[in-house]
Each structure stands twice: as C-alpha cells, then as structure tokens.
Nanobody, 128 residues
C-alpha cells in the first residue's frame, strides 16, 4: 500500500520560515520525480517545485524562486521544502506528489497528471 505523508505545516508570521517534509512508503521513491503543489481556497492547485530522482536538478514556480528550496534524501524516502521569507500569499494547503515511475521532472512538471501518488496535504498559514 502506497503512503505519502506530509508534515511541518503551521502558522507563521510574514517573513518567517517553515520546513515541510514528505515521507513515502510502498513506492519507488528513488526512481520518482517528486513535486510540491499548493492550493489556496477558491484557487486551482498550483505546482510549486519539482526535483529529479538525482538531485540537485530542481524546478520552481517563479513566485517562490529564491525563497523556497526543495531537496530529497533517497536513503530516508523523504522530500523536503524549505520555505523562507514567507508571504501571506503563500498561504495554502501544500501537497507532496510522486511520479512513482519516472525520475525526471521535465517540461511537464507543472501538470498534476504527471504524478501518480499524492499526500493528504499540510496547511501553511502566513499571517501579516
């Protein structure tokens, strides 16, 4: 049974930092490209980042470049998202996603259909 579990969300003031983690089981983590998505109330799900199976090849949405960093530890089947200089517009539910069968993000990394496995999400709220 595949499990994808996010953790590390919470309430933080603008300018603060959070580190999200995502642990997986039951899938080939080391062969997967791993993505982070987010969805704010009333908005569509948005791709935030993707990391190839061999890091440090990473991709980011423009709005988080220079503030967010994604990394992975294949030995621990864990994905991370370090979020610095947080803004109120970063408030959203953050989801971890795994391809399971393709280790490369590629030009389609923003598409949710690329990822076969999803977590339940962790809430990030940034106050002013």
């Amino acid at each position: 049974q595949v499990q994808v579990v996010e953790s590390g969300g919470g309430l933080v003031q603008a300018g603060g930092s959070l580190r999200l983690s995502c642990t997986t089981s039951g899938l080939s983590f080391e062969r997967s490209a791993m993505g982070w998505f987010r969805q704010a109330p009333g908005k569509e799900r948005e791709a935030v980042s993707c990391i190839n199976w061999i890091s440090p090849i990473t991709y980011y949405v423009d709005s988080v470049k220079g503030r967010f960093t994604t990394s992975r530890d294949n030995a621990k089947n864990t994905l991370y998202l370090q979020m610095n200089s947080l803004k109120p517009e970063d408030t959203a539910m953050y989801y971890c996603a795994a391809t399971g069968d393709n280790g490369y993000c590629g030009p389609s990394w923003r598409g949710p259909q690329k990822y076969n496995y999803w977590g339940q999400g962790t809430q990030v709220t940034v106050s002013t």
